[in-house]
């Protein structure tokens, strides 16, 4: 019966059944589509970004995004890129549920996390939750493509949609190490952090711990140290340089176009491609037909039921 509802609800809404086929990371073509931001061609990303409509085939260009959500430990970097000033930060207002984070430890990155378990954005969330609770959930878009393809495919995005630049950034995993943690720590204890004062980050640091006085600053140190063992803390071989990575910004609504862009087979990301000659027309597609306006939004119902 349900099947034959569905089946109804698209006829009368003059649609094709959900599709079944998907991109294949294996056909995304590293010359269309290159790994490092600063080597796209703008106006060729920005033909690219829409040309899935036009290309004769949409169900082949398909990327399928949901919400997911991770133990933080089976998370992977896709960059090295982190201070340890900002992540112990996090980690100091997680312990003590404080602006900004209220909740404590883990929540919503509002980024993209590969099929591989790569995190695209958010790096500085995650590594302060593994600090304090790596088992904790962290939540994400779960995209069904591998890391390296995934932030080709963004980079593109980034550049030919959003019309964003690269974000120049410093740090790596050596500083997440007992000795520049400790520094770091004593900083806070003696100056405060954020907002929070000195006598805030001692209390902080003693009901993590269980330990007072003294010694829950190198019992604190001691648990960061721990809890990161678990943790894979190295960037992948295809990892770029910050500024060669994705900008994907969730407060400028990026990330919820993205997250449309991907599902619905927008971004042309494997052939048949669409015609050499077709430029791209952004007032065209943005005016797209109300009739398909509406066939997206019963995909995604259907999609939301299934």
């Known amino acids: 019966m349900k099947k034959l509802l569905t ?3 698209q006829e009368l809404a003059g649609i094709k059944p959900l599709y079944t086929e998907k991109a294949d990371p294996g056909k995304v073509d590293p010359q269309r589509f290159p790994q490092k931001l600063s080597a796209i061609d703008k106006e060729k990303a920005t033909k690219y970004s829409d040309d899935g409509d036009f290309d004769g085939e ?3 260009d398909i990327i399928p995004v949901s919400k997911g959500s991770y133990a933080t430990s089976i998370l992977k970097p896709s960059q090295s890129s982190m201070e340890i000033n900002k992540a112990l930060a996090f980690a100091i207002h997680m312990m003590s549920k404080t602006h900004p ?11 993209f996390i590969s ?3 790569y995190i695209m954005d958010g790096h500085h969330r995650w590594i302060s939750t593994a600090m304090v609770a790596p088992k904790t959930a962290i939540e994400g878009f779960r995209v069904d493509f591998p890391g390296k393809e995934l932030v080709a495919i963004l980079n593109t995005l980034t550049k030919g949609e959003f019309n964003k630049a690269g974000k120049a950034a410093t740090g790596g ?7 520049p943690m400790k520094a770091k720590l004593e900083e806070f204890l003696a100056a405060g952090v954020w907002g929070m004062k000195p006598e805030q980050v001692q209390t902080a640091i003693e009901e993590f711990t269980g330990v007072e006085g003294e ?10 140290v721990t809890n990161l063992s678990g943790m894979t803390l190295q960037a992948p071989s295809w990892a770029n340089d910050r500024i060669d990575m994705p900008v994907i910004d969730d407060k400028e609504g990026h990330v919820k176009v993205a997250v ?3 599902n619905t087979g927008d971004v042309d990301v494997n052939p048949p491609y669409a015609p050499a000659g077709r430029t791209a027309d952004k007032a065209a597609v943005a005016g797209l037909t109300e009739r398909k306006r509406l066939s997206r939004k019963v995909r995604q119902i259907l999609r939301d039921i299934k």
């Open 7 to 9: 089946e109804r609800f």
């Open 260 to 262: 449309d862009k991907l």
């Open 101 to 111: 984070f209220t909740d404590g430890p883990g929540g919503d990155l509002n980024a």
């Open 115 to 117: 099929s591989d378990n």
């Open 58 to 60: 949409k169900e082949d």
């Open 215 to 224: 010694g829950a600053k190198d019992a604190t140190v001691k648990k960061f």
């Open 173 to 179: 995993f050596d500083q997440f190490q007992e000795a």
